[in-house]
């Protein structure tokens, strides 16, 4: 096969294979105890509801729904998501999915060498997209942020405040109130990855970044999670000056977001549904939740931690020091059971004693046996 | 409003506005006669078959089809595809829309100053993405490819050889083997972009680009003509090695292509329904095309030329000398005719005595007195 490589940008040896995604392909999942997928639950889906509104949606707005649309996105939809979050509709972008929209954000702000400042550990999703411009992400917490004297330029704080993928943790409120004040000060831009927020099972909501600083933050939210990822639906809250640049790179990217799942979006949302859903789909995972947090209260060794999640489909364990979870995956696969390596999310590679555990997507009845494998494991390797 | 320029990257300045998107916002186009559009006509939509699929594809994959999917797309897409066209399924990457074919070829392969070598006039949406990443774009007719002591590198030559958006022209067999021999013998890559190409109303077929250089060639696929636009899906077809970087990249970019809409996409070329549309949708377009052509023999005056296409959705007209389409065009909506200015395709925005027309779009009823207003505005002109 011929060499290629001449051709290649200078971006090119930066993209990242997601090694959530080799994991997958390593081995079948579905035949041993995995932790590792960031799936949302089929049970979760209203298939049904989807049936009818696609239908209804063909039959209210015809070929409308099915021919080009606004790059913006479709009215209806944008109207649905400014009413339900209460900001007006020109600060509302729709996506090709809330991952098209962190690779907006980078494409329209990152030149090679800059800096974005991040919460670690972080979303893999995101390290790949903005590595991919050839930007660093430094962890926010280590830093001060470089003199501009440096040269190099921060442009924007990445963080996932509700649910944080992969940690499940949430910022508190004078945690935000810090970082907002941290970016006014250092006059940086706030990226609020917020796919998880309406998936809250105790406690109480805190404000989003975009509430406490609605000129600085960027505001994405998704559909995947509250209706379903097959749809790559999601949207941009924030000030229409950085969403008219965004806008004009939409247009070249892939023109429009997908229209006529966005008025089935848009009809899940004003019929109801997705609050209905919502109810459901909360009860289910804050039962799996509860039951994760139970079996690894029961079947885990001494020195194990791990953190309660309020909300979303992930936690986070960390593990005696000296275990070494990427060290420890392939006797864990062939034990039958499967997790995603912590260190995989920190943005030096550190942490190589945690891992990130999923509630979601596993088999309910493979929970207890797959705890116990991993907490076997981990006595072991002690 | 606060500025926000400084955090904006270097790519900024380069994203170029459609501007046929700001004549779209201009007027309220269904109020006149338009040939500006680049829509299908909505008449060609399956909406039926789209309804029943919807349920279809629920029943027969369940979840599945809601759920995330493969970066690459569905399998059972892939191989419709594959299936059709007769190349490995290997060598096809289902992409979120034919423009995010284009924007994501430029985006693996263009750094700031690199060039394309395009065939004038150029589609637009291509020519907004190659220059969002900074590369300039040389019509290839008038280049010798510049010297590698130059420092320059081309990298690729974008072409629309079927029908090609604006001009509605086909490249000949023999014009096909020049630019493939071209390609060897400079070492270029050619994206062949290709939304049109069964969309053929007279004529014999000619081979693809890929068909005679696949192992140079990403050829590049859309739904939008031949199921409906909406639906965002389009493909790429093309050398594995060149796939792969693509495939990381796209992770990136948005994950995966919409599944929902992929499993219905793929019911609808397995179930045999494209096809049968098809036939409708060439028998709905030749009438129009015929349409159009014999209202410009009828009414346009002498000294204007028209390309005569057998496929596509445009065809593109040269005015008298000195007439100039971009001063005339205010004139024009006030008459009540619209129509895309030809230079607005042209690389250095040269031919402004041109105009690209739509007919596949405008209501019939309005193609005759549209014809007979321009022919009057050019009459006056000259």
Redesign the interface.
């Known amino acids: ?4 490589s001449a ?6 040896p930066s ?4 090694p959530v ?1 080799d994991i997958f392909a390593k081995v079948d999942l579905s035949a041993i105890c995995s932790f590792a997928g960031g ?2 639950a ?1 049970v979760t ?1 209203p ?1 049904e509801a ?2 009818r509104l ?2 209804d949606v ?1 039959d209210k707005y ?2 409308k ?5 606004a ?1 913006q996105g479709v009215p209806e939809l944008r109207q649905a998501i400014a009413d339900r979050y209460g900001v007006p509709v020109s600060r509302v972008q729709i996506t ?2 809330s ?2 929209g962190i ?1 907006v954000c980078s ?5 090679p060498g ?1 800096i974005v400042l991040a919460k670690n550990p972080v979303y893999l ?1 995101a390290l ?2 903005f590595r ?2 050839r930007a660093e992400v430094r962890p926010i917490a280590a830093s001060s942020i470089p003199a501009a004297a440096s040269g190099l330029r921060a ?2 704080i990445y963080v996932i405040p509700d649910f944080n993928n992969p940690s499940g943790e949430t910022m508190t409120l004078s945690e935000r109130e810090e970082l907002v004040s941290f970016a006014r000060e250092q006059d940086l ?1 706030i990226v609020e990855d917020s796919p998880y927020r309406e998936l809250r099972y105790s406690g109480e909501a805190v404000p989003t970044l975009y509430s406490m600083a609605p ?1 600085r933050t960027l505001h994405l939210g998704s559909f ?1 999670k509250i209706l ?5 639906l999601g949207w941009i809250i924030g ?4 969403l008219e ?1 965004i806008y ?2 939409k ?11 966005q008025y089935i979006a848009a009809e899940y949302i004003s019929s109801g549904e997705l609050d209905r859903n919502l109810v459901k789909t909360i009860a289910e995972y804050r039962r799996r939740r509860d039951r994760m947090l139970g079996l690894l209260e029961r079947y885990m060794p001494e020195g194990t931690f791990w953190t309660r999640p309020e909300g979303g489909l992930f936690l986070f364990l960390t593990l005696p020091e000296g275990i070494d979870t990427v060290a420890l995956y392939d006797e864990a696969l062939s034990a039958g059971v499967a997790y995603v390596a912590g260190s995989f999310f920190y943005t030096d590679g550190s942490h190589r004693n945690t891992m990130r555990l999923n509630f979601s997507f596993i088999d309910e009845a493979k929970m207890e046996p797959g705890i116990r494998l991993l907490a076997d494991l981990i006595s072991k390797a002690r």
Chains 1, 2 share one sequence.
């Open positions: 096969m011929r060499d290629y051709f290649f940008s200078g971006d090119v993209f990242l294979r997601s995604r799936y949302p089929a889906f298939t989807i049936k696609s239908s063909l015809g070929p729904a099915l021919q080009y649309g790059t090709t999915s991952q098209q690779d494409r329209v702000m990152l030149d800059d999703g790949q997209s991919s411009y442009k924007f831009l000129e995947s379903a990822p097959g749809f790559r000030p229409e000056a950085l640049k004009i790179c247009q070249a990217l892939d023109l429009c977001p997908p229209v006529f799942d």
